[in-house]
């Protein structure tokens, strides 16, 4: 992870920036991204709401970012995802979780261990016993990445309105696993 720092980020004030990194590793159009504006803004104005970010350190760019929240039941996430972990007998992972909300980073820096220190540093500021996150179903990095740090399939399909692919969600008990030195 040479040239790149990680470190707790007020995101309100990096919004913009954040939402371009999200755009290029999501692949989003503006409307998408003018909407995810107001979303990300909002859950961060939520009691215990947090954000990391990973900025290269030769030109001062954001190159990832995570930010997540302590569970709410209810939050919009929380009731569109409840049906399908009741139908599981997960939804108690609702109760005392902290949400990764979003984790980005740009495709030049992806496979570089930048994903893996967001969301391991971000969870060890959680106070709650475990985390909960939702990806999309299929095999991918993220997938890969979040199943070695102790995260599990706890509902799938999921599926989201107006999102085209479905979803998995997945939890882990805090704190994450680190690999072996």
């Known amino acids: 992870m040479e040239n790149v720092v990680v470190r707790p980020c007020a995101l309100a004030e990096h919004v ?13 159009g503006p409307e998408e991204v003018a909407i995810r504006r107001q979303i990300v803004l909002r859950h961060l104005a939520c009691a215990g709401a947090r954000a990391w970010a990973a900025h290269h350190t030769v030109d001062g760019r954001m190159v990832g970012f995570v930010y997540g ?21 997960n939804d108690g992972w609702l109760d005392d979780s902290f ?7 740009l495709p030049d820096f992806q496979a570089r261990g930048i994903g893996r220190r967001l969301i391991t540093e971000i969870t060890d500021t959680a106070t709650e016993p475990r985390s909960i996150l939702s990806a999309i179903d299929g095999e991918s990095p993220a997938r ?38």
């Open 16 to 28: 913009d920036e954040a939402l371009a990194v999200q755009a290029k590793a999501f692949g989003l």
């Open 69 to 89: 929240l302590p569970n709410d039941r209810g939050h919009w996430w929380s009731s569109v995802v409840q049906p399908y972990l009741r139908a599981q007998d």
């Open 99 to 105: 949400v990764i909300t979003e984790l980005h980073v």
């Open 144 to 181: 890969h990445l979040y199943r070695t740090l102790g995260y599990r399939d706890l509902a799938r399909p999921v599926h989201f309105p107006s999102a085209p692919r479905p979803y998995a969600v997945m939890g882990a008990h805090l704190p994450l696993p680190r690999p072996p030195a």
